[in-house]
Nanobody, 126 residues
Framework: VQLQAYGGGLVQPGGSLRLSCAFS????????IGWFRQAPGKEREFVAA?????????YYSDSVKGRFTISRDNARNTVFLQMDRLKPEDTAVYSC???????????????????WGQGTQVTVSS
């Protein structure tokens, strides 16, 4: 399994970005996909996750709930993270991760994901 996150960049506070996570190497719909971020000097933090198959269940950290939206397109083997009303504290490297066997209670646990992609930098600054 391979993952590639892209779509980061520099955006002003209050702006929007859409990140993409491209998946390859297995049957995409079987995998839970999570987004995590890590700011300089801080630990990696859970951002959002989406369930297998049709992605009917989504989960968010309290810090992004109501501003970020995760979705999946199984035909394109891609997960999206729409980020709106961005704040300077959202600045971080964002990475996507995948796992086939996660249960709901573990969606936010980075150490439970088997596969990781390289991150994409998001900088929110005026």
């Amino acid at each position: 399994v391979q993952l590639q996150a892209y779509g980061g960049g520099l955006v002003q506070p209050g702006g929007s970005l859409r990140l993409s996570c491209a998946f390859s190497g297995d049957t995409f719909s079987r995998y839970v996909i999570g987004w995590f971020r890590q700011a300089p000097g801080k630990e990696r933090e859970f951002v959002a996750a989406i369930s297998r198959r049709n992605g009917a269940a989504t989960y968010y950290s309290d810090s992004v709930k109501g501003r970020f939206t995760i979705s999946r397109d199984n035909a394109r083997n891609t997960v999206f993270l729409q980020m709106d009303r961005l704040k300077p504290e959202d600045t971080a490297v964002y990475s996507c991760a995948a796992d086939q066997f996660l249960i709901v209670s573990s969606f936010g646990a980075a150490q439970q994901y088997d596969y990781w992609g390289q991150g994409t930098q998001v900088t929110v600054s005026s």
